[in-house]
């Protein structure tokens, strides 16, 4: 039956999907028959019935069904959800719930590790982990999506079909889900091995390619394929060999959508997907390139010159030096180095190690592009899940199938030394009774393949790939002189001149070493890299140029800053067929629990040690690492961390060689569960006791069963004796107490598991119950307290309502008493006046008519008017006086307002309107757009040029962290570059015209140990400087309302190609000023001007502690609905990256607060900020004060202003005592 024919059989609403029927033995350890035919028969039974899982205690055995089954959906997700082992049928979801809850309970790091045959269905099992863990914590965060989208793009290009499997993993991988403090997914990285890139150039019959060049030839449309010169699949030598080209019920347009759509979610744009294309594209016309004559090398035919045109265009390269390149070798002699052509047997070979090395870098690229979006950069633990590649044998077994091999052997040892040598080891020491059970150790078959002395296989190949006589046929000879008769693990075949064979755990396999030596050395000629790195295109030159040329040297092939080279860096020669990678290791932490990444190579991939697996270029080939080395050590790392882990086990079981649904082949079967030692398994875990705790523990955990047993916990041993006694355990059968600690077996922890939350169930409804008391309790005196309130204030309002009636009458009675009387004095008041006025006018007018008989009358009126005139200049004098001294006073003010606006003050960023700047000028960066800006780049000239804008991060003068073009984002996720792959220009001048590069920078998401920004702008073009550009200018533009702040013009001051923009900085800690600079530089890439910016940089300053005493505070003035006195404040200091916190001085505008606080580290100014507390978990900053770090530093109790800033929120001053200590 057909798999679409068994899909149609299949009714997911039936109810068995979700309640399964039990068919035989859920856990096989409780089986009555123990023997590998009992087990084959419940497997079977269960096979049947569509129930694929079975327990073996805590290890999942689960067998492919090849086809889907309705038993993954978000009902089963939640029925899952928090439920312990064993306590719900088999199912994949139980064993990632259990590694989930132990992580939690355990507070340790766990690992899932799938294990199987190549189509026994691990690669499918990992993505249903991940499905799962992704359901089970998620929230609002993109991080789930992007964990399962990563799956898409590494199938594409790590997966092909096999003769086992229609989608085999040809690498191996460890993915690690991150998990921070509150126990959600917030990251993961992956780490991958062994890339199986001979499967390039040949597939076995049946076999394919990786999936990516079946969904380009058949998905592209006719546009694209014209674009990247590609024709029908058929017409390639890579993919069409095999006779193989299409999978059953795949479509390769759908998958070629999805990989897409996968790659925007990484926030990779069309323009880097394009280049992606033209590689690929580029290795598929490389298996089109023939080629003739024994001599001398020239191209077959027409069609191989077209296709190697074709590369040159993908590439960015002249078709002379990829002429060159394919049809020559450069052999260096002494002091020279000549060019000897190539035969055509030669040529191909060249030819296919430059393909592999373009996929292999390509591989690594993409993979640490992943890892840098999903990465975080602190969490708190991890579930590792592990998914290798699984045992293989195929007609002809080569080098990769060898350390596939070797692989699969290091993983059964970590099962073994897990389930039995570690498990009865500590049966011995804790001097239980138990019987030992004896299972098959591969040890001495690691001995062969990996002791280095006496020398094992790898041992022997590396010696042989060090010889320059030595062949292939020399290095079987060592191996059969070393191992043959003398190692009962190494077998001689007996007709064939080409054998060895290895008698691994799963059986007999025999390898063909024919090409061993070239693979294990996995060489990329130099001059071949020279090519690439001499790429008209940007990313390919950075992708495959060397990583060792110094800063310093001027020509185009410079591509890194010794200063920011790692050692063992990644260099041009890649790893060959086979080789082992492991780029995104080094985006890792450097330990499971640090949370830290190491720092990403210039490429925008890893940096730091896992780099050096990939070893130096070819001039430093005698240094590097064979494959068959840094897989050994990679195996041994990946060891190690999962012994650092709680390890759970998946053992996939493939039913039948045909890949049909519903065949239960049992021979098949058989032998996987023979070599996985799965009866020996069984029988351990059911003899065994795999839970153990400590004495204390135990007692701890289970007491509250049994609450009215009393233990002294300083004889722990007979306490946990004790408590079992108590809880009726039947010892040895169910239990048994050792020196250290207590042991179960799985049915009785399950049991003491249950009867402990029913108990604990109890105490917590009794709980309940009394808190419900308790809360009606206060319910009712509130209310009471409230009514005799109500009460007390009703009385006092109505005797309150009749005093002021009262109150108001006798007011009135008053108020009406006084007018009356004083309506009566105030008419003899007036009447008295008058008479006053009456009598004075009578002896004024007596007095006048004596003086007109006496002198007459016109001598009389003349006096008068003189006396009139005299009084009104009197007046006159008066009212010019006060004119002089109000004009003074004005004048006094003008002079003092002039004198004031002499004084030059730092400008501040507003949203008022733009500010023109000098080079150096200095200014503040306005907080009320909230941290985030762009800086924004662009020009004018005649002819259009490849620019790039790079931001540097820097602490101090140490190199941190870049974000260019091809790496656009930092790895805090503070800078991002826009109009690079990350994506579209956001803002547009509408008078200046558009941006053409700009960076955003979110100042909030910045490392606290970033301290300085520096902008470059480099021009890529060769030959190009900035005289041949126009109108260049730089603007900070906020992020929000696109509103521009400042712009400053960049002058041409000679035939430099780069200009150093400006610098952010902090000032304190929250504060940030930018300073225009505008230098002129020389250097194509943003790596050359890592050097340069050193003059702009402030040098780290020693390490200081002061004591800090915040006394008080006082606020005035205070912006907003905010009441001074509501105020609810504390005071946060910050010393560089040292930092702490106040008491919090609530509802007054003068806190007293009286905290001292220690402060360390290395910076020359202390930032004191004062926030407001709003509510549970809100807070605002109103204003802060910069204290500069004099030498000896000693303040006492002085009083400091707050800064003067936009985001203050008021005006105040902070009472601070500083002693350096």
């Not at 990632?96 to 992580?103: N, R």
């Not at 990829?322 to 047997?345: S, T, V, W």
């Not at 547009?988 to 941006?995: A, C, F, K, L, V």
Request: with cysteine; aromatic share 10%; net charge positive.
């Amino acid at each position: 039956m057909s798999s679409a024919e068994a899909q149609k059989k299949i009714n997911p609403s039936d109810d068995k999907w979700f309640n399964p029927p039990r068919i035989g033995y859920e856990d096989m350890t409780t089986m009555e028959n123990m023997t590998l035919d009992g087990v084959l028969l419940n497997l079977k039974d269960r096979y049947v019935e569509d129930l694929i899982y079975t327990y073996t205690s805590s290890i999942l055995v689960a067998i492919n069904p090849y086809k889907r089954l309705p038993i993954y959906t978000p009902k089963h997700v939640k029925k899952y959800k928090g439920v312990r082992l064993g306590k719900l049928p088999p199912h994949v979801f139980a064993i990632a719930e259990t590694a989930y809850s132990q992580m939690i309970n355990m507070d340790k790091n766990q690992s899932v590790l799938v294990s199987g045959e190549s189509g026994a269905g691990k690669t499918e099992t990992t993505k249903l982990i991940l499905q799962f863990l992704s359901a089970r914590t998620a929230r609002a965060s993109p991080v789930e999506k992007m964990v399962l989208a990563s799956v898409p793009v590494l199938e594409a290009m790590g997966n092909a079909k096999t003769g086992r499997n229609d989608n085999s993993s040809r690498f191996g991988k460890l993915i690690k889900i991150q998990f921070d403090t509150d126990r959600y997914i917030c990251g993961s990285i992956m780490e991958h091995y062994l890339l199986e890139k001979s499967r390039l150039c040949f597939q076995a019959p049946g076999e394919r390619n990786f999936h990516i060049f079946y969904q380009m030839t058949l998905g592209f449309s006719a546009e694209e394929k014209a674009k990247y010169f590609l024709k029908e699949a058929n017409y390639y030598n890579y993919i069409n060999k095999s006779g193989c080209l299409t999978v059953d019920g795949v479509d390769e347009s759908e998958s070629l959508q999805e990989f897409r759509d996968a790659l925007k979610l990484f926030d990779i744009s069309p323009e880097l997907e394009d280049k992606m294309f033209r590689i690929l594209a580029s290795v598929l016309h490389l298996g089109n390139v023939n080629f003739k004559g024994d001599d001398k090398a020239d191209w077959a035919n027409a069609d191989s010159e077209q296709q190697a045109k074709n590369i040159a265009n993908l590439l960015g390269l002249k078709f002379e030096a990829i002429k060159f390149g394919l049809l020559n070798k450069k052999i260096k002699m002494r002091n020279e180095i000549i060019d000897k052509p190539l035969n055509a047997e030669q040529s191909r070979e060249q030819a296919d190690a430059l393909a592999k090395h373009l996929y292999s870098l390509l591989f690594d690229w993409l993979v640490s592009q992943l890892n840098v979006c999903t990465h975080a950069e602190e969490f708190k633990s991890f579930i590792g899940v592990l998914d290798i590649f699984g045992f293989e044998l195929f007609q002809k077994n080569s080098l990769e199938q060898f350390l596939i091999n070797y692989a699969n052997e290091k993983l059964q040892q970590f099962f073994n030394h897990q389930i039995f040598k570690l498990e009865q080891r500590i049966y011995e020491e804790e001097q239980i009774d138990w019987t030992v059970i004896e299972f098959v150790d591969n040890q001495e078959c690691l001995d062969l393949i990996e002791q280095r002395r006496p020398p094992g296989i790898l041992s022997i190949l590396d010696e042989e790939c060090k010889f320059p006589r030595a062949t292939d046929a020399t290095l079987l000879a060592k191996l059969h002189e070393n191992f043959e008769n003398k190692h009962r693990y190494y077998d001689k075949p007996r007709l064939s001149r080409t054998l060895f064979g290895v008698k691994h755990f799963a059986g007999l396999v025999e390898y063909d070493v024919g090409g061993w030596r070239d693979k294990n050395k996995d060489e990329v000629p130099e001059h071949l890299v020279d090519m690439l790195s001499d790429s008209s295109d940007m990313f390919v030159a950075i992708l495959y140029g060397p990583e060792d040329l110094p800063v310093e040297e001027k020509s185009s092939r410079a591509r890194s800053s010794s200063s920011a080279k790692a050692p063992g860096a990644k260099g041009a020669a890649g790893a060959g067929a086979g080789g082992a990678s492991s780029s995104s290791a080094a985006a890792a932490p450097a330990s499971p629990r640090s949370g830290g990444a190491a720092p990403a190579s210039p490429r925008g991939g890893p940096g730091g040690a896992a780099a050096g697996a990939k070893g130096a270029s070819s001039s430093t080939a005698s240094t590097k690492l064979t494959v068959g080395q840094q897989f050994k050590t990679q195996l041994q790392s990946l060891m190690d961390l999962l012994g650092q882990t709680e390890p759970y086990f998946i053992r996939c079981v493939k039913p039948n060689p045909q890949k049909v649904p519903d065949k239960f082949d049992q021979k098949l079967i058989y032998d996987q569960l023979l070599y996985a030692g799965m009866l020996e398994t069984i029988r351990i875990r059911r003899l065994g006791y795999p839970i153990r705790w400590n004495h204390l523990d135990f007692f701890k955990r289970f007491r509250v069963i049994v609450p009215a047993l009393a233990g002294d916990l300083s004889k722990s041993k007979e306490t946990a004796t004790a408590l079992m006694v108590a809880l009726g355990v039947k010892m040895p059968m169910q239990a048994q107490i050792g020196l250290t600690k207590a042991f179960l077996k799985q049915e009785l922890a399950n049991e003491l598991e249950d009867r402990r939350n029913n108990a604990l169930t109890d105490v917590i409804i009794k709980l309940q119950i009394w808190w419900r008391g308790v809360q009606q309790r206060a319910h009712f005196v509130e209310k009471r307290q409230n009514s005799i309130m109500v009460q007390q204030w009703w009385r006092y309002a109505i005797a309150c309502s009749t005093f002021k009636k009262k109150s108001a009458g006798g007011r009135k009675i008053q108020d009406w008493f006084r007018m009356v009387k004083q309506m009566k004095h105030k008419k003899f008041l007036a009447e008295e006046k008058r008479r006053k006025e009456e009598a004075k006018r009578k002896k004024e007018e007596e007095e006048r008519r004596k003086r007109i008989e006496k002198y007459g009358r016109e001598k009389v009126e003349a006096e008068e008017a003189v006396q009139r005139e005299l009084e009104q200049a009197k007046n006159a004098e008066e009212i010019a006086k006060f004119r002089a001294l109000l004009e003074a006073q004005e004048a006094e003010e003008a002079a003092e307002e002039k004198k004031k606006k002499k004084k030059k003050k730092k400008k501040k960023l507003t949203r008022t309107g733009s500010i023109l700047m000098d080079r150096n000028e200095i200014l503040e960066i306005p907080i009320d757009i909230d941290g985030r800006i762009t800086v924004g780049i662009g020009w004018k000239g005649g002819q259009k040029q490849e620019m790039d804008a790079s931001c540097l991060m820097f602490r101090y003068k140490e190199h941190r962290d870049d974000v260019y073009k091809y790496k656009p984002r930092s790895k805090d996720g503070g800078v991002t570059h826009r109009g690079g792959w990350a994506g579209g220009l956001k803002f547009i001048s509408t008078n200046e015209g558009s941006d053409i590069q700009q960076l955003d920078v979110n100042l909030n998401k910045i490392s606290s140990k970033i301290n300085t920004l520096i902008f470059v702008v480099t021009l890529f073009t060769a030959g190009a400087t900035f005289d041949s550009l126009e109108d260049a200018y730089v603007r900070l533009i906020g992020t929000r309302g696109a509103k521009e702040y400042c712009r400053y013009t960049l002058t041409s001051s000679g035939n430099e190609n780069a200009k150093i923009m400006c610098k952010l900085y902090r000032h304190g800690y929250s504060g940030w000023r930018i300073k225009a600079i505008g230098h002129p530089g020389h250097g194509r890439l943003y790596k050359h001007m890592i050097a340069k910016v050193n003059p702009f940089l402030d040098p780290q300053p020693p390490r200081r502690r002061f004591k800090v005493k915040v006394h008080r505070g006082r606020f005035d003035k205070v912006k907003g609905k905010i009441d001074a006195d509501g105020l609810n404040t504390y005071c946060q200091l910050r010393f560089d990256l040292d930092s702490a916190k106040s008491k919090i001085a609530k509802k007054t505008a003068q806190p007293i607060w009286k905290s001292t606080h220690q402060l360390s580290g290395h910076a020359t100014n202390i930032e004191l900020s004062v926030w407001h507390k709003r509510g549970i978990s809100k807070q605002i900053c109103i204003g802060r004060c910069v204290i500069d770090c004099k030498e000896f530093m000693k303040v006492a109790q002085q009083w400091f202003k707050f800064e003067d800033e936009e985001s203050a929120l008021c005006t105040g001053e902070l009472k601070v005592s500083i002693n350096e200590v």
